[in-house]
């Protein structure tokens, strides 16, 4: 959908398209309503990480998410300053673009990989093996 300021929260970074509010247990994001990208202001992703069923509001097909991957270079939907491309400290497989004044940017199916970490956090400390799931 293209994006309007009227029926749109932000334009996302990725596609500009619109994004639209998504709410979970008091905790607000915005989701793309075309590439299905998820833009998390300040600590969000963080708070939103911790709290069950959150992975829901990550509808995007992760394949999705990896077409849209390949487009790194993206600036940030506050700001428009170019945004950092960071790979997650604990999960390095999960690259995310990071404006440090604002938020960040998740494509499709990141934030459900992202937030698995807390679930099997016990787990792969009894593994020990690295994931087979990376993204190409
Ligand atoms: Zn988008
Ligand atoms: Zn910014």
């Given at each position: 959908?293209?994006?309007?300021?009227?029926?749109?929260?932000?334009?996302?970074?990725?596609?500009?398209?619109?994004?639209?509010?998504?709410?979970?247990?008091?905790?607000?994001?915005?989701?793309?309503?075309?590439?299905?990208?998820?833009?998390?202001?300040?600590?969000?992703?963080?708070?939103?990480?911790?709290?069950?069923?959150?992975?829901?509001?990550?509808?995007?097909?992760?394949?999705?998410?990896?077409?849209?991957?390949?487009?790194?270079?993206?600036?940030c939907p506050r700001c428009?300053?170019?945004?950092?491309?960071?790979?997650?400290?604990?999960?390095?497989?999960?690259?995310?673009?990071?404006?440090?004044?604002h938020?960040?940017?998740?494509?499709?199916?990141?934030?459900?990989?992202?937030?698995?970490?807390?679930?099997?956090?016990?787990?792969?400390?009894?593994?020990?093996?690295?994931?087979?799931?990376?993204?190409?």
């Amino acid at each position: 959908m293209e994006y309007t300021p009227e029926q749109h929260s932000l334009k996302c970074p990725k596609c500009q398209r619109g994004m639209n509010e998504v709410d979970h247990e008091g905790v607000t994001i915005d989701r793309c309503s075309n590439c299905h990208g998820l833009w998390f202001d300040a600590d969000e992703a963080h708070q939103l990480k911790s709290l069950p069923e959150s992975h829901a509001v990550d509808t995007g097909d992760p394949k999705d998410g990896w077409k849209w991957d390949t487009r790194v270079e993206i600036d940030c939907p506050r700001c428009s300053k170019r945004m950092e491309l960071t790979s997650d400290a604990k999960q390095k497989h999960i690259w995310y673009e990071v404006c440090h004044d604002h938020g960040m940017f998740m494509d499709a199916g990141e934030f459900a990989d992202f937030k698995e970490e807390n679930l099997l956090d016990w787990f792969r400390a009894v593994i020990k093996g690295d994931r087979s799931t990376v993204a190409p």
